[in-house]
């Protein structure tokens, strides 16, 4: 498949796998240790897309010396303080200062999506401004601008169940063309987790130990880097 190198560029807005600050809503099913587990397959999953579709991919994360992050060879970008649009446009800003391709935006929450969600993404971005993946939510998973557009992260109600409604009156209001993917859904809950096993996601070592809450991650609170 070729890869879209010279058409955009691709970010990934990460979390360190932290038992207890990721995927909360996966609890108390699974423990705090196992939810952070499984974010952690989730975004191993994402990576491994992000870099078989893209040559060119970013990872903007949260900690950047935390241990997961040390074993990637993507080049990291600090996130830092504020809200998700704060971040957002920080980040963006960042790359805005290299030498600044299309960019379309990620997260770690549907490592279920298909390769064709991504490609799309990509070639519409050479005939409009922004392309936006709606989520059953009310947010969207896919965020791609072709320049900067800090209007996109600036009074959004993060967290709700307005995000993608609020962001389409921010484009509006900007007069910008706008390409609108098909509804995806965002993986939250267990049932997301079972819905997104079945649709074909599984995880990089499946046979998951639930038993021993403590067996299921590398990762925990103490070993954060600060």
């Known amino acids: 498949m070729t890869k879209h190198a010279t058409i955009c560029q691709l970010l990934v807005m990460a979390k360190a ?4 600050r990721v995927k909360t809503r996966l609890m108390p099913t699974y423990g705090a240790t196992q939810a952070a587990w499984w974010y952690e397959q989730m975004l191993s999953s994402v990576l491994r897309q992000a870099q078989r579709l893209f040559d060119q991919v970013w990872l903007a994360v949260d900690h ?4 997961f992050f040390q074993n990637t060879t993507l080049p990291l970008l600090p996130q830092g303080d504020g809200d998700l649009g704060e971040r957002l446009q920080r980040v963006i800003s960042t790359l805005a200062r290299h030498n600044w391709l299309p960019t379309i935006v990620i997260g770690a929450d549907s490592p279920h999506m298909q390769d064709a969600r991504l490609l799309t993404t990509a070639m519409a971005l050479q005939e409009v401004d922004v392309v936006i993946g709606p989520v059953e939510d009310g947010g969207y998973n896919v965020i791609a601008m ?10 959004i109600d993060w967290g709700s169940g307005h995000v993608q409604e609020q962001t389409m009156q921010r484009i509006d209001q900007q007069a910008l063309r706008c390409h ?44 954060r880097s600060p």
């Open 180 to 223: 609108v993917l098909p509804m995806d859904y965002d993986v939250d809950t267990a049932d997301d987790l079972a819905r997104a096993r079945t649709d074909g996601w599984l995880p990089q070592r499946p046979d998951i130990r639930v038993a021993n809450d403590q067996d299921c991650s590398s990762y925990s609170e103490e070993s």
């Open 17 to 20: 796998p932290v038992a207890g």
């Open 146 to 155: 072709r320049q900067p557009q800090p209007c996109l992260f600036e009074a």
């Open 64 to 67: 950047i010396h935390h241990p």
